[in-house]
């Protein structure tokens, strides 16, 4: 009947109980992976504590798909730090060098200005229409590590979903199989 036919049988032979326990189990994998991202969140005060590098901005020093790891700590931002940050907008955070920082110790805040190092400019066309420079609100942290290649998972699947819908699909399929 072949692998398709196979599946569709075994389905059909599955009962009720059985659907349920592969449900809960998927559950508890789903619930698990939020878990331990809420406890990266909280562990590196980051709202986002591992992002994918999406455009070539960064290059030689971070390439397209590259992963970094995120902390966010009490130290103000210093020239040269590489961050991570938000600009109103656009939902995508952008990877780029602090070149400049504006420090208000009466306030005890401050602003940086940022570019990419494969960049001609700095980043104040990407900002906010009035808006020269970023307040520690826009940054989500700092780059602590980064991982070389490992996001071009992500990156194929945001922009090939079918890609992404066909995985979901067979991992579904399999879960709902398999017989342990």
Same mark, same amino acid.
């Given at each position: ?14 009962n ?48 397209? !798909?590259?992963?970094?790891f995120?902390?966010?700590? +009490?130290?103000? $931002?210093?020239?040269g730090? /590489?961050? %991570? ?11 780029h060098?602090?070149i ?45 590590g980064?991982?070389?290649?490992? !996001?071009?998972?992500t990156?194929?699947?945001?922009? +090939?979903?079918? $890609?992404?819908?066909?995985? /979901?699909g %067979?991992?579904?399929?399999l ?6």
């Amino acid at each position: 009947m072949g692998a398709f036919g196979d599946a569709i049988a075994s389905i059909k032979a599955t009962n009720f109980r059985h659907i349920a326990l592969q449900a809960i189990s998927l559950g508890m994998i789903v619930t698990s992976a939020l878990i331990i991202w809420k406890g990266l969140m909280c562990l590196t005060g980051s709202e986002s504590p591992v992002v994918v590098v999406l455009s070539g901005s960064m290059e030689p020093g971070f390439r397209r !798909g590259d992963i970094l790891f995120l902390h966010m700590g +009490k130290a103000p $931002i210093r020239a040269g730090e /590489i961050v %991570v940050f938000h600009v109103e907008g656009r939902n995508i955070p952008i990877v780029h060098r602090v070149i400049k920082v504006h420090e208000n110790v009466e306030k005890g805040d401050y602003e940086v200005l940022t570019k990419g190092d494969n960049n001609t400019g700095d980043d104040r066309l990407l900002y906010a229409e009035n808006q020269m420079w970023l307040q520690r609100q826009h940054i989500m942290g700092r780059a602590v590590g980064f991982l070389p290649y490992i !996001g071009w998972v992500t990156i194929i699947m945001t922009e +090939k979903p079918y $890609i992404k819908y066909l995985l /979901i699909g %067979v991992l579904g399929l399999l879960v709902i199989t398999s017989k342990d």
